[in-house]
Each structure stands twice: as C-alpha cells, then as structure tokens.
C-alpha cells in the first residue's frame, strides 16, 4: 500500500512479454519488448555514454519516479497518498491492451477504468503536474477490519467455491471507512499444487477483482498461504458497505483440492469525501466522474 506499483508497455500499446498482471498495479509507463534497437528507452549511461537500449520494468519504474518527482516539485505538500490519487485520476486508457486477450480493460463502480496489466493506465506527467499545483491532500485515512471467516472451506476440483462478508464497513466506529483505497483480502490456504488456484475478490458494487492468478511453476502442495494479504486497487473510490464475495477455484486439467482455512477483509480508505475542495475544469475527466459519483452517494 505504501508503494505504487508500476508496469510497462512497449510503443504499440500492448504488453512487455515479461509484463506481471496483478490487481494491486496503479499505472504503466513505456518500455520496450522486442529486440528492435529502435523501440528502447534513450537515457544516459556508463562511462558519460548514452544509450537506445534500455528496457524492461528496469526503465519504466524511473519513468515513473520522474513524473512523481515533477508533480512534488510543482506542489512539495503531496503525500505519499496524494500521489496515489493523482495517479488513479491522471493515468489514460490510451491504446494499451493484453496482445492475449487475457486481461480487458473495465469500469468500477464510481467509474474509472481498470486493467488488469496496466492498473488505471498510463501515466501523464503534463495532467499529473497541472493537477498537483491546485491539489489538496486528501482527508486522513482509517483501516476497517470488516469480517473474518475463521471455518474450514474445501475447495472442489471441478467449480468454484464462494465465501461472503457482510459489512457495513465500521459504520458508527472511529475507523469507519466510506470511500476505499486499497482492499485487502488476507488469507491462510493450502492446495495441492497452488499454482493452479485463483482467486477473485468481488465488491458490493461489483468489480471483480483477479487477486491472484495461476503460476506456471508453482508447484508448492505444502506451505499454501499463511495469513497473506492479498491486494487490489481496482475498487478504487467505491463505497464498501454490502456484500463481498471471495471466490476460489483451480484452472487445471488435472483433479487438484484444497481448503480455505481463514480470511478476512481489510478495507482501507477515508470518511469524509477525498475530492471535496479540488475544482473541476473538465467535465470529462476522472476527477470529474468521481466526484459526481461521490456527490450523488452523499445526497442519497
């Protein structure tokens, strides 16, 4: 949560094809993926050299530093949260896309678009810097312990097991959470090759987050998960009161068991409305979308 995952695209718009999906991503920047000389990174090197050739998530996390380090430099009051949101409200959809049709890009509940692989998009240094300069650091944030199942649930080989949470999201508590951040769903499991599991995490609003995906070379039927939290960023803004749905199940060709043992729900977000005091200059954009979603909640 205290990090911003960042990962790449090549100049096309389509996935690295050593590209990590994962729901916890907040954006992308460009890199490269092919041998072609051509599509590298242009940056300085050894010796007072320069070079074309630089790739890989080892470009696109200092693009990425150097587009936050333009927008602290336009507002030095941003919080490591503050940077979080101009992230999620600045990165576009652009024309990035899954080359394998895997992951496709969805809307949430409050109506920012979501991709598996590219987080909320790629980033926008001139849109994250006019932002920050009018920003106001967000309200302060609480930690919502919102359900734990502490029952034994096995998993069947050949459909899907679905767990539920109720919870009104520490209504009436002084760590009551309305609007969300991050979620964590926190685990303890074991199976008979993890590797084969997934698991989706589902909202009361109904985004359907892929918590974690199946590994190839996982091959483990011992450890499992113990107490691990698993992340998503895909719910971002949304309202967290209602039903959420964990769902487990092997994609496998092979009979494969396990059992969920313990999880619990972690919501992590603020009270108050996040974007209250910021102006709308465009209607069109993902601070506007938002707001109004929020707008509409509070006049319920």
């Not at 990090?3 to 992308?28: F, K, M, R, V, W």
Request: some cysteine; aromatic content about 8%; overall charge negative.
């Amino acid at each position: 949560m205290w990090t911003i995952s960042i990962n790449s695209a090549i100049n096309d718009g389509q996935n690295a094809h050593y590209d990590e999906s994962c729901s916890s991503t907040l954006a992308s920047t460009f890199s490269n993926g092919a041998k072609d000389p051509n599509t590298g990174v242009a940056t300085t090197d050894l010796y007072g050299k320069c070079t074309t050739t630089h790739s890989g998530t080892s470009a696109a996390a200092p693009e990425a530093a150097g587009v936050f380090a333009l927008a602290l430099e336009a507002n030095n009051n941003l919080t490591w949260r503050d940077m979080q949101h101009l992230t999620v409200l600045t990165s576009k959809r652009n024309s990035l896309f899954d080359v394998k049709g895997r992951f496709h890009w969805t809307m949430n509940g409050v109506g920012l678009e979501f991709n598996h692989l590219f987080g909320f998009g790629v980033l926008d240094a001139g849109a994250m810097v006019a932002l920050a300069k009018s920003w106001k650091t967000v309200p302060p944030r609480f930690h919502c312990e919102a359900g734990v199942m502490n029952e034994t649930w096995q998993i069947p080989s050949n459909k899907p097991l679905i767990m539920k949470i109720e919870t009104n999201a520490c209504l009436g508590l002084n760590t009551e959470v309305r609007y969300l951040e991050h979620v964590q769903a926190v685990i303890t499991l074991n199976a008979s090759r993890r590797g084969d599991l997934e698991l989706f995490l589902t909202s009361p609003m109904g985004t359907r987050s892929m918590i974690l995906s199946t590994r190839q070379n996982d091959d483990d039927s011992r450890d499992g998960f113990t107490k691990w939290p698993f992340m998503t960023t895909h719910t971002w803004g949304e309202y967290p009161q209602g039903t959420w749905l964990l769902e487990a199940k092997f994609n496998s060709t092979t009979l494969q068991t396990g059992f969920i043992k313990e999880w619990s729900l972690m919501l992590h977000g603020t009270k108050e409305p996040p974007y209250t005091e910021l102006s709308v200059l465009d209607p069109h954009s993902k601070l506007a979308i938002v707001k109004k979603a929020h707008e509409s909640k509070v006049n319920m």
